[in-house]
């Protein structure tokens, strides 16, 4: 039975309540449940195994105790070999050290003997090269100038190196004896310069990197090196066709270049900037001069673009360029080269966009006026002498044009962005400030503003006898619309540019100016509109109205109001239709209060010309009906108002004599004048037989 115990325990899901049911199970052969179950057999089984696992318990404190004494002599052991190697490294360390100082001083021995050697082997070396180069000068005193290295071609390198310092002698020996030597060398140092220069371009022309390598650096301790250089860069740059799409080339040649420049040139960065700025100011510079100018004088527009377009794809290749270069955000040295090239075409750039803008604006608005066959009549975009004369040309709004004002922003926005890019940064604000005073002169005063002043004066010319046709409200309308643009235009392109300079203030107020100025003659233009329309609701009136309308003779009732009152509220109708579909917000409110106000005026003069019988009360009743009917067309509660107590005053016509007194007591009526109530009781046709006193307290 231990041995089944100590298997259970080692078990790594080993559990107790199992342990006890298979001991239970095993010791009854599962008769647990059973009546005839003995309980001593389990008792026992349970005391043999707590005596088993005492045992094992037992024997698990000694093993415990054997392993624990192991690990503490392993321990020790270990120990003792760390404590070893320890010793041993430092002893290693400290020999390190030594030996390492021992390396120091030999090495500073050997660089200190090197020296006084190189010391000692210089002048050797020097008097040598000098016995050598004194032997050649010696055979140019001869006149002999093809010995030794100069007779051998092959041997062009060496015969470099003599000539070099035969010219530097030379240099120094002035007396005149030595004057045929001296250009017997200078004649030599042109040859082999000469075939250097020849054995460069071969080798550039093969494309053999590494002899371009090797004469350059020979070439570069003679005096026409740079020759060399500017020879080389011209050869690159031959690479470009003289093609339109310039541009598109320099980046693939500037690369393939600075990769030829990095592996010949010790001096590589130098001899790259040198190859861009000789690119910038000749072939760039004379690709731009040459397109520009032969615009400059019969399209000034398209110079504009073509300016803004080579500009733009210059900068867009100096900053590609200067991420190939690894240069420097800091550095300047593209941007000089910018400014050069541009620099004529930028000068009186900024006056040149201001004349080509203000000539767009005056061709969009010629062309405008010549289509619709209009002569204008203003300077400076001020009506002159015009309000005094009679015209009888058609004003409507067809001398407003949406096309022109979409025109004339975006070629105003055009020149914005062109200023962005082209002007300084100094002069940009001002340069924006001019630009935005040509769109208000000619865009707002010479064509917003004169379209209004006409209609205006159109206002003041129409005949209220015949039927109108006013082009006021959909002007207006379409109006507000540019307006919109306008700020639009405003708000979008002109005010960021501007935000952080002192311009900035003085373009809002020219905004404010121009919307304030809009404003004030459209209110003018309003009021002109609505005169024009009460004068023929008082014309339809006048004409149409008759005396018997009010005083009939005849008993018979119409239902129906009179014909006045039917034409007057047609073109009520009709004019405040036009007014709701062309102005919108608190513009159609106000509009529509004020038109109705002078409209109710109108009807209440007009009642005051008539004298009311009984039945022609009634009929002034009816058309007082119609009347607020045709009010709640304008929206407003004022006119609603006046028109209720309007209808209040034409019940005094109606009501008998003795109910006056009660009539004029009511709500819409206690509040008018005792002057205005009686002036209306008068227009009784019984007013003299009646003794008509109003009582108020």
């Known amino acids: 039975m231990a041995h089944l115990v100590l298997k259970e325990i080692e078990q790594e899901n080993f559990s107790v309540d199992n342990l006890i049911e298979n001991l239970s199970y095993k010791a009854t052969d599962g008769r647990v449940s059973q009546t005839d179950f003995d309980p001593l057999i389990l008792e026992n089984i349970f005391r043999k195994t707590i005596d088993d696992l005492k045992i094992i318990n037992d024997k698990t404190k000694q093993n415990i105790q054997v392993l624990e004494i192991e690990c503490q002599k392993e321990k020790d052991i270990c120990k003792d070999k760390i404590l070893m190697l320890e010793n041993s490294y430092k002893d290693s360390y400290d020999y390190l050290s030594v030996l390492d100082k021992r390396i120091s001083n030999v090495s500073t021995t050997m660089s200190d003997m090197g020296s006084q050697l190189e010391n000692l082997n210089r002048p050797r070396l020097n008097l040598f090269e000098s016995h050598k180069t004194a032997k050649y000068f010696d055979k140019f005193m001869d006149g002999i100038d093809n010995s030794g290295v100069f007779a051998d071609d092959s041997k062009l390198e060496q015969a470099a190196e003599v000539i070099y310092k035969l010219y530097i002698l030379s240099n120094d020996l002035n007396d005149e004896k030595f004057l045929k030597a001296n250009e017997l060398v200078l004649k030599k140092y042109s040859e082999i310069e000469i075939k250097l220069f020849q054995k460069f371009h071969d080798a550039f022309y093969k494309n053999d990197r590494k002899e371009m390598k090797k004469y350059l650096n020979i070439l570069s301790n003679f005096k026409n090196?740079?020759?060399?250089?500017?020879?080389?860069?011209?050869?690159?740059?031959?690479?470009?066709?003289?093609?339109?799409?310039?541009?598109?080339?320099?980046?693939?040649?500037?690369?393939?270049?600075n990769e030829i420049i990095n592996e010949v040139f010790l001096n590589n960065e130098r001899i790259m900037e040198q190859f861009v700025k000789d690119l910038f100011l000749d072939r760039v510079q004379t690709h731009v001069s040459t397109n520009l100018e032969k615009y400059r004088e019969t399209d000034l527009e398209k110079y504009l673009d073509t300016l803004y377009l080579f500009y733009n794809k210059t900068k867009r290749i100096s900053k590609e360029l200067?991420?190939?270069?690894k240069i420097s955000s800091e550095s300047t040295f593209f941007n000089k080269l910018l400014n050069e090239v541009f620099q004529v075409h930028l000068k009186d750039y900024v006056n040149l966009e201001k004349i080509n803008l203000q000539n767009k604006f005056r061709a969009h608005l010629d062309r405008f006026y010549e289509k619709i066959g209009h002569t204008k009549k203003t300077q400076s975009g001020f009506v002159s002498n015009l309000l005094s004369k009679q015209t009888s040309e058609i004003i409507d709004d067809r001398f407003l044009s949406h096309d022109v004002t979409t025109l004339c922003i975006d070629d105003a926005k055009k020149s914005i962005n062109r200023s962005l890019l082209l002007c300084d940064a100094?002069?940009?604000p001002?340069?924006?400030?001019?630009?935005?005073?040509?769109?208000?002169?000619?865009?707002?005063?010479?064509?917003?503003?004169?379209?209004?002043?006409?209609?205006?004066?159109?206002?003041?010319?129409?005949?209220?006898?015949?039927?109108?046709n006013l082009h006021i409200f959909p002007f207006i309308k379409q109006m507000n619309d540019l307006m919109y643009l306008f700020e639009q235009f405003t708000n979008v392109s002109?005010?960021?540019?501007?935000?952080?300079?002192?311009?900035?203030?003085?373009?809002?107020n020219k905004l404010n100016q121009i919307c304030t100025d809009l404003e004030i003659k459209i209110d003018n233009s309003l009021e002109k509109a609505f005169t024009v329309i009460c004068n023929h609701i008082r014309h339809v009136l006048q004409s149409e109205q008759k005396k018997t309308d009010f005083k009939s003779e005849n008993d018979e009732i119409f239902n129906q109001s009179t014909i006045a009152c039917s034409k007057a509220i047609k073109v009520v109708e009709n004019q405040v239709r036009k007014i709701s579909n062309c102005l919108d917000g608190k513009n159609v409110n106000n509009a529509l209060r004020e038109l109705g106000i002078k409209f109710h005026r109108c009807i209440y003069d007009h009642l005051l010309k008539f004298e009311y019988n009984e039945q022609g009360a009634m009929a002034v009743i009816r058309d007082i009906n119609e009347y607020r009917m045709c009010a709640k067309n304008f929206n407003c509660s004022v006119v609603d108002k006046l028109f209720t107590i309007l209808y209040s005053?034409?019940?005094?016509?109606?009501?008998?004599?003795?109910?006056?007194?009660?009539?004029?007591?009511?709500?819409?009526?206690?509040?008018?004048?005792?002057?205005?109530?009686?002036?209306?009781?008068?227009?009784?046709?019984?007013?003299?037989?009646?003794?008509?006193?109003?009582?108020?307290?």
């Open 225 to 257: 090196y740079q020759e060399c250089v500017n020879e080389f860069i011209k050869n690159l740059q031959m690479a470009i066709k003289n093609s339109d799409d310039l541009f598109s080339e320099i980046i693939p040649l500037c690369a393939k270049t």
């Open 322 to 325: 200067s991420e190939l270069m």
């Open 426 to 428: 100094n002069i940009q």
């Open 430 to 468: 001002k340069a924006i400030d001019d630009m935005y005073e040509i769109v208000c002169q000619n865009l707002c005063r010479d064509h917003l503003y004169y379209s209004l002043d006409l209609h205006i004066n159109a206002l003041s010319s129409v005949d209220f006898r015949q039927e109108i």
């Open 494 to 508: 002109v005010i960021p540019p501007v935000m952080n300079s002192p311009y900035y203030q003085k373009i809002m």
């Open 649 to 697: 005053l034409t019940n005094l016509l109606v009501v008998k004599p003795e109910n006056l007194q009660e009539i004029c007591s009511g709500d819409n009526l206690v509040i008018m004048s005792k002057e205005t109530i009686e002036s209306f009781v008068q227009l009784r046709s019984d007013y003299r037989n009646i003794k008509f006193q109003i009582n108020r307290k």
